[in-house]
């Protein structure tokens, strides 16, 4: 009798979801004003954000590891919190992106060298949208943000629509083979609340992961946004990403 509830339910709610994604994936002009004109970090504190510095990056996924190893997350294939992709840009305009195991096998060797006009990794995590499609679309509350700038899953309330791993524009999202819930990077949200750093941000032997408040002006993530140019992936969905990147490259996507 549950079985058939929860069949029910999700069929009920299958067409509200998929208004409420095409809503959130249109980025609404108001809303992206009054963002740019004040930033909630300016009311509310502390306020998280994340940082990373690609050409510091050295695709040795220690990252990925540790991130593995602090959150349970499935040390199966394609189950991942975080990766670290490698972008191989050919002379001839030709893009190879490579992520074996998430990094954790390493990267094959590139053939051709000659031909190849740069390559540079780039770690991949929860963007810590402002204006999450996926907390938009979880039809039970599920997936939420703290009032501190974190998406949250509670997988006691989770359903498994899957839903939000839709929604998320960013890959950033899986359905735990286990818990039969949806899981995601938490920016190690219990460890933040211990004043702690992230495990990844932790291990990082090269400092090209940043964690910090962006309500404090003297943080690592703010000196970061103010003295690099940096920017956020998919910046055109009016998801307003609180992680930014230095350094990247415009086949990043």
């Given at each position: ?8 339910f ?14 959130a994936?249109?980025?609404?002009a ?24 690609v050409?510091k ?48 096998d390493?990267y ?12 540079f ?15 938009q ?55 933040l ?12 032997p ?5 964690v ?27 998801t ?14």
């Amino acid at each position: 009798m549950q079985a058939l509830r929860r069949r029910d339910f999700l069929r009920i709610t299958a067409g509200a979801a998929a208004s409420l994604l095409a809503g959130a994936l249109r980025a609404p002009a108001a809303w992206a004003e009054k963002f740019y004109r004040e930033p909630p970090w300016r009311r509310k504190k502390p306020y998280w954000g994340f940082g990373v510095d690609v050409d510091k990056c050295i695709g040795c996924a220690r990252c990925v590891d540790a991130c593995k190893t602090e959150n349970d997350v499935p040390r199966e294939p394609f189950y991942f919190r975080t990766w670290v992709e490698r972008y191989v840009i050919r002379k001839d305009g030709e893009v190879q992106i490579e992520a074996p195991n998430g990094g954790l096998d390493g990267y094959p060797r590139v053939e051709d060298a000659a031909t190849v006009a740069k390559s540079f990794f780039v770690p991949k995590l929860c963007n810590l949208c402002e204006n999450s499609p996926c907390v938009q679309v979880c039809p039970v509350g599920a997936t939420f943000k703290t009032e501190d700038g974190v998406v949250l899953i509670d997988k006691k309330y989770c359903i498994g629509c899957r839903y939000c791993i839709q929604a998320c524009p960013y890959g950033t999202r899986y359905f735990h083979p286990v818990l039969q819930v949806a899981d995601k990077c938490s920016v190690c949200y219990h460890r933040l609340k211990r004043g702690l750093v992230t495990a990844c941000v932790e291990v990082c032997p090269t400092g090209a992961r940043m964690v910090g408040d962006l309500s404090d002006p003297e943080s690592n993530v703010t000196k970061f946004r103010e003295n690099n140019r940096v920017q956020a992936l998919k910046a055109n969905m009016g998801t307003e990403p609180k992680l930014v990147y230095k350094g990247l490259d415009k086949e990043v996507r």
